[in-house]
């Protein structure tokens, strides 16, 4: 594999800011599907959807990082692979695929906050702008894999279920 791919990166917009996650965990872009809440779970944890025949947990990243949500013909989920399971991200719209040259990035700030900011892996100076570079899998808390991995696990006992029946 070339170097380009794998730096990659797919840009969208939350709010009035940019981030990027590295394409190759990217699986496809869709539009907002049919989605099933489920309960006891955080805010910011949407629910679960069927994908040909694979459910998958959505959480809404605008939420999660404390931004102003605003839903419109753009909004999108981002299936994202995160083996073992598939998580689906929205975000306000996809914008594009990015390539940062090595002189563009920078590390991460130093950010004094009561939360992890590990998500962070770099800031690309695009042009005028910063945007974001982060690991998606490290957006997740412990509590948020628990929750990922209980829904994914009654929704299999479930499909289980009806096979048997």
């Known amino acids: 594999m070339k170097t380009d791919e794998l730096n990659r990166h797919l840009s969208f917009s939350l709010g009035q800011e940019e981030f990027a996650i590295p394409l190759l965990c990217v699986k496809e872009v869709i539009a907002i ?12 944890f949407v629910g679960i959807m069927n994908l040909r025949g694979q459910v998958i947990s ?10 102003k949500a605003n839903t419109t ?26 390539t940062p040259e090595a002189e563009n990035l920078s590390e991460k700030p130093a950010i004094q906050s009561s939360k992890s900011t590990d998500y962070i892996t770099s800031v ?6 910063l945007v974001l570079l982060l690991d998606i ?4 808390s412990l ?7 209980k829904a994914a696990s009654s929704q299999a006992a479930g499909s289980q279920s009806k096979k048997a029946a």
């Open 33 to 44: 599907p049919e989605i099933t809440p489920v309960p006891f779970t955080p805010a910011y």
């Open 58 to 67: 959505i959480i809404d990243l605008r939420q999660k990082f404390n931004i």
């Open 124 to 129: 690309y100076r695009k042009d005028k702008r």
């Open 137 to 140: 899998a490290k957006t997740l």
């Open 73 to 98: 013909a753009d909004t999108a989920v981002v299936i994202c692979e995160m083996a073992p399971l598939c998580l689906g991200i929205i975000v306000d719209s996809v914008n594009s695929v990015l």
């Open 143 to 149: 509590e948020d894999h628990m929750a990922l991995n």
